[in-house]
Every structure is written in structure tokens, then in C-alpha cells.
């Protein structure tokens, strides 16, 4: 979910479940979403993405579901491990012409417990 | 390797003085862009270019400005307008216009003393 402030929404799981991030996107032309994930003090990294032609995804132990109904992205992460630890950020690309200029959601605290 | 290269990884900077942050890629993509991100928050877009010699603000470009005279290099220079310089910049990358995902370099952290 989104949040207003410098208070991040959080999530924690036990090492080994599954947990679920989810994103409410802003603009429903969006035709491209992508999930990055970020770590304490680092760059941004590429996990998946979805094209709006399509309502789900699978990579390696993530899929990425799409609802443009309600405008709503969920990342799901099959038994989560330590090192999935850290802010998932889900990012949409409204169509504007001739330029690719992702927009970014406030990002989610994802805590693995050991 | 190909990827991007932020420098420096840490700066401090006195009120008043501009600073300059490098972004240098290997990948040969066309488009490039810089973030600034927040505590607990996204990132949002300061410029970005999409070719040699041309750019264009994105959504905070006032007291930053940016060149792209090689397609390799993007600096961003945080000047003494920008109100609230102490943040996390980010760089990042892209084979073009509508091409897909974002390549991010490992960001350079301002802080203004």
C-alpha cells in the first residue's frame, strides 16, 4: 500500500514463506510496470517487469501480477530468504510521447526473520 | 563489465558552493536520467536525456543542472538554488526511449554541513 510521509509501509515474514508486496499505480494508460529492489546504501535493481498486455509474470521465485481493472501490481516472493531483505519499489511508464520516464511508488520495507 | 559508475559515493558540501556528481556508463544506451531520492521515500526525476546534447527537466529540476556532451557521461551539478541539496542521487540508464528498464548506478549520497 502507499504511505504519505517519510514512514515507509512495512512487511515482515518468516524466512521461508511467502510474502506479497503490493503497488496501487497512478496512471491507467501505464502500459509498462516494473519491480526493483533496493538494499540499504545501493542502487535500485531490476527483478521483473510486466507489460500491460499481459496480468501475470513468473521469474525465478517472483511473479508479478497485474489488475488494470483497479490499477493495482503485486510482487510475490516464494520462500524469502535473508537476502530478500530490503525496499521493494514498483515503478509504472505513463505513455508520454517519445520519452521513457518511469514514475516511481513510495517503495516497501520488506524484513525476512530468521 | 558494462554498468554505471556514480562518483563520488559520499560528498559533503558547505551552503553556498555547487557540487558535481559524475555518472559515467559503458553500456551504450541512449537515455539517461537522474533521481534524487529521500528517507522513506521514491525517486523522483530530476532531468534526463535521451540523446547527445539534449535534455529535459523532469518533475525537480530547480537548482540542479546537467550536460551531455558525450553519450557515455551525464553529470549533475546540485547549485547553491537548490533549497534542500542533502539527499541521495541516483544515475540511471536506458537503450533508448520506451526501451524497458531503468539500469542504476550505486548512487551518491550529499550532504550539505
Known amino acids: 500500500g502507499e504511505s504519505v510521509g517519510l514512514h515507509l509501509p512495512t512487511l515482515s515474514v518468516q524466512e521461508g514463506d511467502n510474502s506479497i508486496i503490493n503497488c496501487a499505480y497512478s496512471?491507467?494508460?501505464?502500459?509498462?510496470f516494473i519491480w526493483y529492489k533496493q538494499e540499504s546504501g545501493k542502487g535500485p535493481q531490476f527483478i521483473i517487469d510486466?507489460?500491460?498486455?499481459?496480468d501475470k509474470r513468473q521469474g525465478q521465485r517472483v511473479t508479478v501480477l497485474l489488475n488494470k481493472t483497479v490499477k493495482h501490481l503485486s510482487l510475490q516472493i516464494a520462500a524469502t530468504q535473508p537476502g530478500d531483505s530490503a525496499v521493494y519499489f514498483c515503478?509504472?511508464?505513463?505513455?508520454?510521447?517519445?520519452?521513457?520516464?518511469?514514475?516511481f511508488g513510495q517503495g516497501t520495507r520488506l524484513t525476512i526473520n530468521p | 563489465d558494462g554498468g554505471i559508475t556514480q562518483s563520488p559515493k559520499y560528498l559533503f558540501r558547505k551552503e553556498g558552493q555547487n557540487v558535481t556528481l559524475s555518472c559515467e556508463q559503458n553500456?551504450?544506451?541512449?537515455?539517461m536520467y537522474w533521481y534524487r531520492q529521500d528517507p522513506g521515500q521514491g525517486l523522483r526525476l530530476i532531468y534526463y536525456?535521451?540523446?547527445?546534447?539534449?535534455?529535459q527537466k523532469g518533475d525537480i529540476a530547480e537548482g540542479y543542472s546537467v550536460s551531455r556532451e558525450k553519450k557515455e557521461s551525464f553529470p549533475l551539478t546540485v547549485t547553491s538554488a537548490q533549497k534542500n541539496p542533502t539527499a541521495f542521487y541516483l544515475c540511471?540508464?536506458?537503450?533508448?526511449?520506451?526501451?524497458?528498464?531503468?539500469?542504476f548506478g550505486e548512487g551518491s549520497r550529499l550532504t550539505v554541513l
Open positions: 496512471n491507467s494508460a501505464s502500459d509498462y
Open positions: 553500456l551504450n544506451h541512449d537515455a
Open positions: 510486466i507489460r500491460s498486455n499481459m
Open positions: 540511471a540508464s536506458a537503450r533508448g526511449a520506451r526501451a524497458g528498464e531503468l539500469f
Open positions: 536525456s535521451q540523446i547527445v546534447n539534449d535534455f
Open positions: 515503478a509504472e511508464n505513463p505513455p508520454i510521447q517519445g520519452a521513457q520516464k518511469l514514475v
